[in-house]
C-alpha cells in the first residue's frame, strides 16, 4: 500500500471514528442530560478510561512500538513473537489483576472518587463501575494489539475495528431511543454493559490474525524475551506523563461531585473539546 493510500486509510478511519463518537455522546447527552444518572455513568466510566489511557495509549502501547521495530529491522521473527507473547502475557495478568481489586473495593474507590455523590446516584455509580471494570482488560488488549499490527504494518484491520464498533453503540442508542418510557438507570446499565462488551470483541478481532504468530511459539508460560525489561523501563515514564494530565481530571471530578450535575456539564465540555 502507498503512503497516500495509508494515510487516506488511517486518516479517513480515525476521522470517522471521531465523528462516531461525537454522535454517540450527542445520544447519550440528549438521554441523560445532566442528571444524578449521568453523573454516576460518567463517575464509574472515569477510572476504567485513566487506567486505558495509563497503560494503553500511554504506556505499554507506547513503548512497544519502537522496540519491536527495532527487532524486526534485524529479522528476527522469533525474537518478535516472544516479545508479543510476553507482552499480551504480562498484561493480561495485570489488567486481571486491577480488575480483581476493583471489584473488590469498588464501594471504597467510589466513595474516595466522588465524596458528595447522591445516596442514588453513589449506589448507581457503583454499580456501573462493577459493570464497566472489565472494559479495562480489554481497552488494554485492544491497544495493545492495535500497537503490534501497526508495528508489522498491518494498519487495515486497526483502523477499521474502532469504526465498526462504534456504528454498533450507535445503532444501538438510535434503538433504544424508540422506548421513550425507558428508565435512564437502566439505559445506562445497558450502556455499560454494551462498552465492556464491545472491547472485548475487538479483542477478539484484532488477537485472530495474531493467533497464527503466536501458535509458533511455545505459550504464555515464562518469560523468555531479552526486550520485556528495556521495553518496561520505557513504560515508567511514559506512565508518569499520563498520569499528571489525568490526575488533575480526578481532582475536578472529587469537587465536581459535591455540586449536583456539575460532572455531567463537566465531561460534556470534554468531549466536545
Given amino acids: ?8 486509510l488511517i486518516g479517513g478511519a480515525t476521522s470517522l471514528t471521531r465523528l462516531l463518537g461525537f454522535i454517540r455522546d450527542v445520544f447519550i447527552a440528549a438521554f441523560f442530560g445532566a442528571g444524578p444518572v449521568a453523573d454516576a455513568f460518567f463517575i464509574a466510566f472515569r477510572i476504567p478510561n485513566l487506567v486505558r489511557r495509563l497503560m494503553g495509549e500511554g504506556g505499554w ?9 527495532k527487532i524486526i529491522s534485524i529479522g528476527d521473527q522469533s525474537r518478535e513473537r516472544s516479545l508479543m507473547s510476553d507482552s499480551l502475557f504480562y498484561i493480561s495478568l495485570v489488567t486481571a489483576i486491577l480488575v480483581i481489586i476493583g471489584e473488590i473495593f469498588a464501594v471504597e474507590i467510589i466513595e474516595i472518587l466522588a465524596p458528595g455523590s447522591s445516596v442514588d446516584g453513589y449506589e448507581l ?21 492495535s500497537t503490534i499490527l501497526i508495528s508489522q504494518n498491518n494498519f487495515t484491520l ?18 433504544l431511543n424508540q422506548f421513550d418510557l425507558f428508565e435512564h438507570s437502566k439505559m445506562g446499565l445497558i450502556l455499560a454493559w454494551a462498552a465492556s462488551s464491545t472491547t472485548f470483541i475487538q479483542v477478539m478481532i484484532l488477537a485472530f490474525p ?29 506512565f508518569i506523563i499520563q498520569f499528571g494530565g489525568q ?27
Fill in 1 to 8: 500500500m502507498t503512503s497516500f493510500r495509508l494515510t487516506v
Fill in 61 to 69: 502501547t507506547g513503548a512497544y512500538v519502537p522496540v519491536a521495530t
Fill in 125 to 145: 455509580s457503583i454499580l456501573y463501575f462493577r459493570v464497566l471494570l472489565p472494559l479495562i482488560s480489554g481497552a488494554i488488549l485492544t491497544s495493545l494489539l
Fill in 158 to 175: 486497526q483502523a477499521v475495528v474502532p469504526v465498526v464498533v462504534n456504528v454498533a453503540l450507535v445503532s444501538l442508542l438510535i434503538y
Fill in 210 to 238: 495474531l493467533s497464527f504468530q503466536l501458535k509458533k511459539e511455545s505459550g504464555f508460560k515464562n518469560a523468555k524475551s531479552p526486550d520485556l525489561f528495556p521495553m518496561m523501563c520505557m513504560v515508567l515514564p511514559n
Fill in 247 to 273: 490526575f488533575r481530571i480526578l481532582i475536578l471530578l472529587n469537587s465536581g461531585s459535591n455540586f449536583p450535575a456539575t460532572i455531567s456539564y463537566l465531561t460534556y465540555a470534554e468531549k466536545l473539546a
